[in-house]
């Protein structure tokens, strides 16, 4: 049940940095940057002192790393 709401979070997490975003993706890439998002938001919040508490933390902290990598992705196709 952990891995089904792990993956829940991670793809309303890549939606939402979609949104905010603006990068046009399909529910496969938003769960995928999601998923992954989660992880550098963790590693982000860590770095910080933060700790996610709950679902709404855990979704917080998925998006905000969501939104991180999108933002480090586009900076890496516009160099090449």
Same mark, same amino acid.
Request: no cysteine.
């Given at each position: 049940?952990n891995?089904?709401?792990?993956?829940?979070?991670?793809?309303a997490?890549?939606?939402?940095a979609?949104?905010? $975003?603006g990068?046009?993706?399909?529910?496969?890439?938003?769960?995928i940057?999601g +998923?992954?998002?989660?992880? +550098?938001?963790?590693?982000?919040f860590g770095?910080?002192?933060?700790a996610?508490?709950?679902?709404?933390?855990?979704?917080?902290?998925? $998006? +905000?790393g969501?939104?991180?990598?999108?933002?480090? +992705?586009?900076?890496?196709?516009?160099?090449t």
């Open positions: 049940m891995i089904l709401l792990f993956l829940l979070i991670g793809l997490a890549g939606f939402i979609e949104k905010v $975003t990068a046009p993706m399909g529910m496969l890439a938003n769960l940057v +998923v992954i998002g989660a992880f +550098v938001g963790g590693f982000l770095l910080l002192g933060l996610a508490r709950g679902l709404i933390g855990s979704l917080v902290t998925a $998006t +905000v969501a939104v991180v990598l999108l933002f480090i +992705v586009g900076l890496v196709q516009r160099r």
